[in-house]
Antibody
Framework: EVQLVESGGGLVQPGSSLRLSCAAS????????MHWVRQAPGKGLEWVSG????????GYADSVKGRFTISRDNGKNSLHLQMNSLRGEDTALYYC??????????????WGRGTLVTVSS | SSELTQDPAVSVALGQTVRITCQGD??????ANWYQQKPGQAPVLVIF???NRPSAIPGRFSGSSSGNTASLTVTGAQAEDEADYYC???????????FGGGTKLTVL
């Protein structure tokens, strides 16, 4: 059974940093691209970042480029999102998600339950 | 453009057919994928690629596209289909992904 379990969310002040992690199990992790997708309270889905199977191709939404860094450790079946210079508009539920493909194609077939990030003073 | 546009809300009578649309320039090059999200739950992939359904998705869900518009059709809508529906695709650059704003489907 495919499982994606996010961790690392919490309440932080504007300007601070946070590192999200996603533990993957139930599939061959390095056969798939991975994504972070977020959803602000009461709002729609927003793609944050994606990384292909071997980390050679990485993409970021314009809203987070230069502040967030995605990475993966295929040896530990884990995905990470380093978030710096956090803003109030980064407040959201952050989902770890699996792509059906090796490349960042955007076909997300499995989602975690999400980890909540709240940026507030 | 890297945006996908969806109608905010659509309603359908129980058992009838409804079409939810998604418009954007990237859809001329890439297929749309469709997700269903119910309150308090993670999204679920319902249609991907040209018109492919994951094995757990009922056959009443189908996808189509023409030009810059992709559509999700629910034939014989059921009460349990009431949910938010999102489309997504790669954007025109190919290395980014974009989601539509979502459509709230109400089954009357």
């Amino acid at each position: 059974e495919v499982q994606l379990v996010e961790s690392g969310g919490g309440l932080v002040q504007p300007g601070s940093s946070l590192r999200l992690s996603c533990a993957a199990s139930g599939f061959t992790f390095d056969d798939y691209a991975m994504h972070w997708v977020r959803q602000a309270p009461g709002k729609g889905l927003e793609w944050v970042s994606g990384i292909n199977w071997n980390s050679n191709t990485i993409g970021y939404a314009d809203s987070v480029k230069g502040r967030f860094t995605i990475s993966r450790d295929n040896g530990k079946n884990s995905l990470h999102l380093q978030m710096n210079s956090l803003r109030g508009e980064d407040t959201a539920l952050y989902y770890c998600a699996r792509d059906r493909h090796l490349a960042v194609a955007g076909v997300v077939d499995y989602w975690g339950r999400g980890t909540l990030v709240t940026v507030s003073s | 453009s890297s945006e996908l546009t969806q109608d905010p809300a659509v309603s359908v009578a129980l058992g009838q057919t409804v079409r939810i649309t998604c418009q954007g320039d990237s859809l001329r090059k890439y297929h749309a994928n469709w997700y269903q999200q119910k309150p308090g739950q993670a999204p679920v992939l319902v249609i991907f690629g040209k018109d492919n359904r994951p094995s757990a998705i009922p056959g009443r869900f189908s996808g189509s596209s023409s030009g810059n518009t992709a559509s999700l059709t629910v034939t014989g809508a059921q009460a349990e289909d009431e949910a938010d529906y999102y489309c997504n695709s790669r954007d025109s650059s190919g290395n980014h992904v974009v989601f539509g704003g979502g459509t709230k489907l109400t089954v009357l």
